[in-house]
C-alpha cells in the first residue's frame, strides 16, 4: 500500500508526559538514533509483520502501541522508534510477570497434591520427560558421590550419630571417676565435675534438637 511507503518527515520535538517516562525507563541501545517510521518501517524494525502492530494498535486505551499521528486513508500511522521500542519491552516485561505468577501458582498447587514442602517445586515445573532424566542424573550423581564417600544415606548419618553420642555420653559419665583417680579429687570435686559434665550433655542435646526442629534458622 502506498500509505505505508510514506516516509514520515523527520520533526522529533522533546518528548514529555508518559511518553518521556516511558523511553527513560526503557532506553533504546546507546547510539541508536531515534526517529519517525510509517508502520512498515516499524515492523521491519521490530521484526514482526504489520499486521501485529495492527493487533497492538486495537488493544484496549491504555494497552495499544502509542503513535504520533492516526492512520487514515491514504496516509499511514506515524510512529517514534524510542517511543514504539520502551512501549514493547515494557509490554515483554508485563507479560513475563504475569507468566511467573501463573507458573509459581500451578507450582504451589501441584506441590500441595503431590505434599506440599516435600516436593521440589522446581522439579514440579519439568515435564514427566524431563523430570525422569533429572531423577537419572541425580541417582548416577549419588551413586558416584556414594563412592567417593562423598554421600551417605540420612539413616546412615542418624546411626552414625547416634554411636558417636553413645560414646561420648559414656566418657563423660566415667570421667569424673577417673579425674578422681587421676588427680586425687575429693568426692565433692568428683560429684562437681559430674554436674559440669552433665550440663556439657544437656546443652548439646537440646541444640541439636532445635537445629533438627529448625529453630535455630536465620
Same mark, same amino acid.
Given at each position: 500500500?502506498?500509505e ?31 526517529a ?7 515492523g521491519?524494525?521490530?521484526?514482526? =509483520? ?31 522508534? =524510542?517511543v ?23 507450582a ?8 506440599g ?23 548416577e ?5 556414594a ?18 553420642f ?43 534438637e532445635?537445629k ?7
Amino acid at each position: 500500500m502506498q500509505e505505508e511507503n510514506d516516509t514520515p518527515a523527520q520533526d522529533l520535538p522533546p518528548l514529555e508526559g508518559d511518553a518521556a517516562a516511558l523511553v527513560a525507563r526503557y532506553p533504546m541501545r546507546e547510539g541508536s538514533p531515534d526517529a519517525l517510521l510509517n508502520k512498515k518501517m516499524l515492523g521491519a524494525a521490530m521484526g514482526v =509483520s504489520t499486521t501485529t502492530i495492527d493487533t497492538w494498535l486495537t488493544l484496549p486505551d491504555g494497552q495499544a502501541i502509542p503513535y504520533v499521528e492516526r492512520g487514515t486513508n491514504g496516509r499511514s500511522y506515524v510512529f517514534r522508534l =524510542s517511543v514504539a521500542h520502551a512501549w514493547r519491552m515494557a509490554r515483554q516485561e508485563a507479560e513475563e510477570a504475569d507468566r511467573q505468577v501463573a507458573d509459581d501458582a500451578v507450582a504451589q498447587y501441584r506441590m500441595d497434591l503431590l505434599g506440599g514442602e516435600a516436593v521440589d517445586a522446581d522439579r514440579l515445573a519439568l515435564s514427566p520427560k524431563e523430570r525422569a532424566e533429572a531423577l537419572k542424573v541425580e541417582k548416577e550423581w549419588i551413586l558416584a558421590a556414594a563412592a567417593r564417600r562423598e554421600y551417605m544415606p540420612s539413616k546412615d548419618v542418624a546411626v552414625a550419630f547416634e554411636a558417636s553420642f553413645a560414646a561420648i555420653r559414656d566418657g563423660f559419665d566415667a570421667a569424673p571417676d577417673r579425674l578422681g583417680r587421676k588427680l586425687n579429687l575429693t568426692p565433692a570435686q568428683i560429684a562437681d565435675a559430674q554436674v559440669i559434665l552433665d550440663d556439657i550433655l544437656t546443652n548439646a542435646a537440646a541444640t541439636l534438637e532445635r537445629k533438627l526442629a529448625g529453630e535455630d534458622d536465620a
